[in-house]
């Protein structure tokens, strides 16, 4: 995908809008990738996307895991990773269940 090429190349963006569209897992993954190297994004609202399995979602979650020790955080809404926070061995959840703060939090933590 095109734009994540520009996102992984981007130092200015500091918001970003993707909700409501068709990425799937394909575009889930090449999100991850971007975000993984984009260290200046501070918010990402990606909710509403067709076509998502656990693959985009973990392959995400991966990129997210990548870009953990970024020096200003990222605020990831509209998704919900707690599916695959299994298959990335973060269990059991914490209290109040998995949310994308406290999934980077772990990641931080275990990195």
Same mark, same amino acid.
Request: hydrophobic letters at 40%.
């Given at each position: 995908?095109?734009?994540?090429?520009?996102?992984?190349? &981007?130092?200015?963006?500091?918001?970003? &809008?993707?909700?409501?569209?068709?990425?799937?897992?394909?575009?889930?993954?090449?999100?991850?990738?971007? +975000?993984?190297?984009?260290?200046?994004?501070?918010?990402?609202?990606?909710?509403?996307?067709?076509?998502?399995?656990?693959?985009?979602?973990?392959?995400?979650?991966?990129?997210?895991?990548?870009?953990?020790?970024?020096?200003?955080? +990222? &605020?990831?809404?509209?998704?919900?990773?707690?599916?695959?926070?299994?298959?990335?061995?973060?269990?059991?959840?914490?209290?109040?269940?998995?949310?994308?703060?406290?999934?980077?939090?772990?990641?931080?933590?275990?990195?």
């Amino acid at each position: 995908m095109e734009l994540c090429k520009g996102l992984s190349k &981007n130092r200015s963006l500091l918001e970003l &809008n993707m909700q409501e569209n068709a990425f799937g897992d394909e575009g889930f993954t090449a999100l991850g990738n971007a +975000l993984s190297i984009n260290k200046t994004l501070q918010q990402v609202s990606i909710g509403g996307n067709r076509g998502v399995t656990d693959v985009g979602l973990t392959m995400l979650a991966l990129g997210l895991r990548r870009r953990a020790r970024a020096d200003k955080p +990222l &605020n990831l809404t509209g998704i919900d990773l707690a599916p695959v926070a299994e298959t990335l061995g973060m269990l059991p959840p914490p209290p109040g269940g998995w949310n994308t703060i406290k999934m980077l939090q772990a990641f931080n933590d275990g990195a």
